[in-house]
Nanobody
C-alpha cells in the first residue's frame, strides 16, 4: 500500500491550500483515512478524518470550521481543503489510512502513512 501526499507550500496567513493524497487502488475505497500534522519540536497531532462514507467526518477543534476533508473513491484520493490558514498551522502534513470503515483520531489506529508534505504559513 502506498500513500502519496502533495499540495503543500508557502502561503500567507488567511490564505488557502488543498492537500491531496493518492492511495493505491486495492486499498482505498473500503477504509477510513486521516490527516495528521507535525510542527517542529512537537508531537504529531490529529487534524481530520473521514470514514468509508464520504459524509462521516471528524475534525480537531483547532481546525474545525476552517478545514474540510473529503474523498473521491473513483480517484482513490483524499483531500484536505485548508482555509483561513494561520501561522500555527505550519507543519508537515501526513495522510494516513486504516483498515477499518470508521474514522479514528488516534495515530496508533492507522496502518499506513504517506511521506508528508510541508505547509508553511507566513504572518
Amino acid at each position: 500500500v502506498q500513500l502519496q501526499a502533495c499540495g503543500g507550500g508557502l502561503v500567507q496567513a488567511g490564505g488557502s491550500l488543498r492537500l491531496s493524497c493518492a492511495v493505491s487502488r486495492r486499498f482505498f475505497s473500503n477504509y477510513a483515512m486521516g490527516w495528521f500534522r507535525q510542527a517542529p519540536g512537537k508531537e504529531r497531532e490529529f487534524v481530520a478524518a473521514i470514514a468509508r462514507s464520504v459524509s462521516d467526518t471528524y475534525y480537531a477543534d483547532s481546525v474545525k470550521g476552517r478545514f474540510a476533508i473529503s474523498r473521491d473513491n473513483a480517484k482513490n484520493t483524499v483531500y484536505l481543503q485548508m482555509n483561513s490558514l494561520r501561522p500555527e498551522d505550519t507543519a508537515v502534513y501526513y495522510c494516513a489510512g486504516r483498515t477499518s470503515s470508521t474514522w479514528s483520531r488516534f495515530k496508533s489506529a492507522y496502518d499506513y502513512w504517506g511521506q508528508g508534505t510541508l505547509v508553511t504559513v507566513s504572518s
